[in-house]
């Protein structure tokens, strides 16, 4: 009689530890994931400061890369779920084309900007001469640059526009 509770309990209580095994295993994986994105963007932010990467661009990068390890473990949960991620995928595809297209101008001065930055045609402090816009640079951001113009005028151009054109930088010029 014994071994008949023993046998009935383990037949009852298999499928609920089986499915709440896996949902816990699901909420286990998901905390562990996330823990391990913190700590890593922490260490890529040391690396980056210790190489001495461009203070504008260790943010940007950071954001990234946070950004795609958190939708990696994303579809990874998906897929434990046993939901197929090819549609998924699919559409986090078509998305993204749709966001592309609808944020042309911003991502053309992004990328512009990311050029300028890597590149560095110009500096903080050059005086510039573009599109017939003439000054200092102030500021070099992502999406646009500032220059201040000896009328005291400030100058906000998009990086497209400064980095598709003609950009004089007068080297003997300080500011």
Do not use: C
């Not at 950071?62 to 090819?86: A, D, E, H, N, Y």
């Not at 084309?97 to 900007?113: D, E, H, R, T, V």
Request: hydrophobic residues 55%; without cysteine.
């Amino acid at each position: 009689m014994d071994g008949f509770f023993k046998a009935l309990t383990w037949e009852l209580l298999l499928p609920m530890i089986i499915k709440y095994g896996i949902k816990l295993l699901i909420i286990a994986v998901l905390f562990i994931g996330l823990s391990f994105i913190r700590q890593f963007l922490k260490l890529a932010n040391v690396v980056m400061n210790k190489n001495r990467v461009d203070v504008t661009l260790i943010p940007f990068t950071l954001s990234v890369i946070g950004i795609s390890l958190r939708t990696l473990l994303f579809i990874t949960l998906i897929s434990m779920l046993g939901i197929k991620i090819t549609s998924f995928v699919a559409l986090l595809g078509a998305a993204g084309l749709a966001i592309g297209l609808a944020f042309q101008g911003s991502l053309s001065n992004f990328a512009s900007g990311v050029l300028i930055l890597i590149f560095r045609p110009f500096n903080v402090g050059d005086y510039i001469d573009s599109q017939g816009n003439k000054g200092f640079v102030e500021e070099i951001q992502l999406l646009y640059t500032v220059i201040d113009t000896e009328e005291n005028k400030k100058i906000v151009m998009p990086n497209s526009a400064v980095y598709s054109n003609i950009i004089a930088v007068d080297v003997n010029k300080t500011k």
